[in-house]
């Protein structure tokens, strides 16, 4: 064998060892035919709402009116009323009170009147007893109550006047506009005294 030949067989020989012995066009990295694992990220789960607080439920029970009838009934005032007087004895000087309550709602009529005369300092005494607040004339629209106003007999430190005012008795610092009234030669001494507003004339009249 020539020594061209010969190095033609060995040439060859090593480029086939290399071949065989060489790594796969496959698997360039040599790490064979095993997948690579892909981490899976687990989902961390969301944070839950917070409770919403329950609605508060409407009470269906209606509040209960006051079994009261007269539970906003207020007292009389001047404003409520109106006043008119009639002489009931000429003699004593004696007069009927009479109020009639012009509103549209009732009242109460509380005590007595307080009554003035003319341009004369003081006013009428007390004359009896009234009720009491729970007691009291119950004055619808319409109605009326009445007092009896006492005079006395003209002597020499009697005074006479032609008219009076009223005001009524409201138990509070309520501002009234006193209502006036004609009362010619009411005779005004210490004699003169006022009942409590009551249902009947003949009552005022008779205490």
Sequence with gaps: MSTVHRALVLVAMS?????????????????????????????????SAPAKPPKPTPSTKPTAPSTDPDYDVFPCSTYDVTFAVSLAEPTTSSYLL?????????????????????????????????????????????????????GGLKDTKSRTVSSIAMT???????????????????????????TAWMNDAEDALSL
């Design 15 to 47: 480029t086939l060892a290399l071949t065989a012995c060489g790594p796969s066009d496959d698997n360039t990295g040599g790490g064979g035919d095993v997948p690579t694992a892909t981490p899976t990220t687990s989902a961390s789960p969301s944070p």
């Design 98 to 150: 009479k109020i009639t309550n012009k509103s549209g709602k009732p009242c109460r009529v509380l005590g007595h009147p307080v009554v003035t005369f003319g341009d004369l300092d003081g006013q009428a005494t007390r004359r009896g007893t009234a009720p009491g607040i729970e007691e009291a004339i119950r004055l619808a629209p319409g109605q009326s109550a009445y007092a009896g106003l006492m």
């Design 168 to 194: 009524m008795n409201t138990e509070s610092d309520l501002k009234q506009i006193p209502l006036k009234a004609a009362t010619p030669h009411l005779n005004v001494s210490d004699a003169n005294s006022v």
